[in-house]
């Protein structure tokens, strides 16, 4: 998922920092579902998105009214691909465990990683993923899990991918900060009708479950992006990659500890086949770079 708010003052060591990013962030995802009974998976996701956007207005202030066009137009894209990624990602993990749907939808980024490349290696990593998707399935000896699921979670994953080639291109069009505060407006614009469609109403919220709502929010976007920034700047690009492709295990061990969400062996291998293949891309890519730049 989307880290978008630095919070300043951080200071602590980078693997640290990068376990307690993912630690926040699948915890936050965690809570999340814990809220579904009372919101459901959309008002869940309008909720962090809609609190995420006002906060980020509220801090960086872009003059909306200044925007060109051609600036809007690339927002919404930003935005439609980050709100529809976080629906859909919210949506699977209503029908399957957040380790699995984590781990299928870090096939998004993993495409993204492979698709440029031009090694042949690298054919080995996408053999890997596709193993670890099929060890996912009851085919290959998981608990059964609804295939509505698996599919939110691809899509999830597929949006990430797009919500990555889209937000590569926004400092075309914007300057710092603006373009993200801009994007995150875009995305409650897309996801607070598609709530109301699917059932949400406002009046469902209390003060309790707004403030849960908001603790989602800073878990799952502002505390894990301001971590990372602190690991970013102090490890080199390679290792930083290769400890976030952790991150699957991260969300089962926590769906585990905090959902009572059992995987199979089978789904555990899964999970290590994904990790193990984005590690490998990673790993790639950055002597693919360092022989291009030789």
């Avoid at 609190?51 to 909306?64: D, E, K, T």
């Avoid at 597929?158 to 373009?179: C, D, E, K």
């Avoid at 500890?257 to 950055?286: N, P, T």
């Amino acid at each position: 998922m989307t880290r978008l708010l630095p919070l300043p003052g951080l200071s602590l060591p980078p693997i640290p920092a990068l376990i307690l990013s993912m630690l926040s962030i699948q915890g936050g995802a965690a809570i999340a579902k814990g809220l579904f009974p009372a919101l459901g998976f959309a008002g869940v996701t309008a909720l962090r998105v809609g609190l995420s956007a006002v906060i980020l207005l509220l801090i960086f202030r872009p003059n909306l009214l200044r925007l060109t066009l051609r600036q809007w137009r690339a927002a919404a894209l930003y935005g439609a691909a980050l709100g529809l990624m976080n629906l859909s990602f919210y949506a699977s993990i209503q029908y399957i465990p957040l380790g699995l749907a984590v781990t299928l939808e870090f096939l998004g980024p993993l495409t993204v990683a492979l698709a440029s490349s031009k090694r042949r290696n690298d054919l080995i990593w996408v053999a890997l993923a596709g193993l670890g998707i099929f060890l996912i399935t009851p085919l290959g000896g998981g608990h059964p899990v609804a295939p509505i699921g698996l599919l939110l979670a691809v899509l999830a994953g597929a949006l990430w991918a797009a919500y990555i080639v889209i937000g590569n291109r926004m400092p075309r069009h914007f300057s710092g900060t603006q373009g993200v505060s801009v994007g995150m407006l875009c995305a409650a614009l897309t996801v607070w009708p598609l709530a109301l469609l699917l059932g949400f109403l406002t009046a469902q919220v209390s003060t309790p479950l707004l403030l849960s709502g908001l603790l989602v929010a800073i878990l799952s976007s502002a505390l894990p992006y301001s971590l990372e920034m602190v690991a970013l700047r102090q490890l080199p690009r390679q290792l930083f990659s290769i400890l976030m492709s952790l991150e699957p295990a991260v969300a089962a061990v926590l769906g585990w500890l905090i959902l009572r969400e059992a995987l199979s062996a089978s789904q555990w291998l899964a999970i290590g086949c994904v990790i193990a293949a984005s590690v490998g891309a990673s790993w790639g890519a950055r002597r693919s770079e360092a022989q291009t730049a030789a």
